[in-house]
């Protein structure tokens, strides 16, 4: 079971790393869930109803997208999700103690995450704290071909697999903090029961 759930979460992460959908039928049998709302973000934020770009659009199904425009240009991109350990793992038995005990060190710890994905691995990785977000959680900045810089935090929370994508294309830092976003989206987690 250890080698399955190895495989399968080294698919995970490159999927994330590489923005391609989550599982999305599994999650589109599920109404959308607000997340975050434009109160959690700075001035200026509108509701993202644009092109997919990655996995941030406003379809998500259990998430919501966010942008900061200037006329048809994107500034800045929020994107979070959540969804259940078991719509990310299927039937790896993710809730089970061994796959949080695994999820969890994959998490917490960057040289792990490293090791997974290889040769996925991009050359600008750089490692965020993400101090008191999750029950564990991993934050990261790079750039992504035809994206642009992108931060990214992804965390367990109870049996929740949570991301947050910040995407400031043009800027070498987003003028939203992922901390901050990322806190805020776990404490509504922590006290949203999200339909699934």
Known sequence: MLKKLLITLAILL??????????????????????????????????????????????????????????????ELVCVSSAPLSHILGDSQPESPLGIAFIDALLSNPDTLTQVLGQEKATDLQFLDLAGVGDSAIGFRETIKHIGNTDIAIFRRDKTFNTVYIIHPARQTPLTSLQTIASKLDKRVRYTKLER
């Open 14 to 75: 490159s999927c994330v790393f590489s923005f391609s959908a989550l599982n999305e039928p599994a999650l589109a049998a599920n109404p959308p869930v607000q997340l975050l709302t434009l109160d959690d973000l700075p001035t200026g934020f509108t509701e993202y109803s644009g092109p997919t770009i990655g996995n941030c659009s406003s379809s998500e199904s259990q998430g919501n997208a966010f942008a900061l425009q200037k006329d048809t240009e994107i500034i």
